[in-house]
């Protein structure tokens, strides 16, 4: 054990500290942060070591709150508006280091220096010393009932300090009460945004676990979708302990739980089996689709050259199935793809959610990849890294989807304010309609629908056949080549391609 203790290093105090063990980091805190509690001082944790190459945790260091200094003062700045923060720290020295043991398993006391260069709080001060203010679970459930009930916060303090047998007995002092119910409050209306953002774009929800962004390398998965300004919407964040199907069940009926059942038409997901298990169990009725950028990195790591070039033509090409089905025949053959070839045919095996073939009609507002979760987490890793504990990565989550919402209530006021340019020249829809009812972004597709379908013109329009369907006939203006059968009902209600010989 190294480091200075007290001054007398055999007193039975000194040594009653350097021989504990703990089974865990938790527990080490526990310890002497009661310690602190009896002594007069607030503690702090510091720094964590790792093992070379690894996540593994092997040594943790919990310092007085006084350690160190702050960072002095810049005169030649001007002088700021609000008064600076009292001064806290003045490089007290005393801590507590504790270490893993490889033979045992527990941790121990590796330094322990108890000399303080500051004088400690008296008795009775300790409860309003920062690391020892601290609000129960059953404290915050009291503190919300009493808030349904009507009770004012200021209120509340004088029930729970009445309960607890006296101010320094509560466990936390007004500000702390204060925070939490702004937080809570704040929570909720989050959440009600969430499900309001869910409602209104729920069509396509995206989300992959192949993000580890935390000390503890487990999955964080951000479930997102698009909105009316085509950016990202964000309805959930989870964290998951591992990557089982009955995880992925758990995860999904929690979210639905949380959005009141209602399911997504389409999900975009990465190719993880244990995922599409879960899907196929909670959500049957979804249209799955595998993330393409996903598969494209799994392409570039099993194809080259040629090979590479040549397969893409089935995760993008628009092609019926048989076409498809004779186009893979072929690729099998010019590149000599042999039965043995387990990616290959892992991907012919679910082609159903990746292929332009057989995907075509499917729900998915133009995206093929999970980008809008790539561009969610690539922000994400702007305040995040892999040392960050469970609640800092959570805190920052809610941190980048309140910039979200602030973004599309900015993007929501610029809309509201102006109206898209259309030429004279223009189709009256977009003149007089669209650029009214829709989002500048989303005025531009269907700006190039609209131009788009002046292209085309009905010509051949059969009658009902025997199954109740009529055949319409399109084609281009100029190029009768170039056409495309619909089947429709009667009714009108829907209606089905049959083919499609464009180019």
Known sequence: MDGQGPGDEESEEYLLVVSKTFRNEDEGYEFYNEYAKVKGFSIRKEEVKYLPGTHTRFRRLYTCFKEGYLTLVNFEKPEPKRTPKALTRCGCRARLEIELSAATGEWFVKNFVDKHNHPLAKEGQSAYLFSHRRMTDDQKADVVGYGIGGLRTHKIMDVMEHQAGGPDKVGFISRDLYNFVAEYKKKKIEDAQSRLDYDAFSGVLIFDSTYRVNRYNLPFVPFVG???????????????SDETTSSYVWLLETFLMAIRQKHPRSLITDGDYAMARAIFVVMPDAFHRLCSWHIEQNMIKHLRKEKLKDFRQFIYMRMEVDEFERRWAEYKQKHGVSEKDSWFNRM?????????????????LRMRSNQRSESLNSGLHNHLDRHMSMVDLLEHSQYYKSRIHTNEEELDAKASQSVPFTKISDHPLLKSSAARIYTPVMFKIVKEQIMKSDEWKIGEVTQQDAFGFS????????????TCVFRRYLDGERVLPLSEDAA
């Open 471 to 482: 055949c319409i006939v399109v084609s281009k203006w100029g190029n009768h080549d170039v």
């Open 348 to 364: 012919y095996d679910l082609r159903e959610k990746w292929s332009a073939a057989y995907t075509k009609g499917g729900y998915f």
């Open 226 to 240: 698009v909105n009316h300004h085509r950016s990202t919407t964000v309805f959930a964040c989870a964290v998951l």
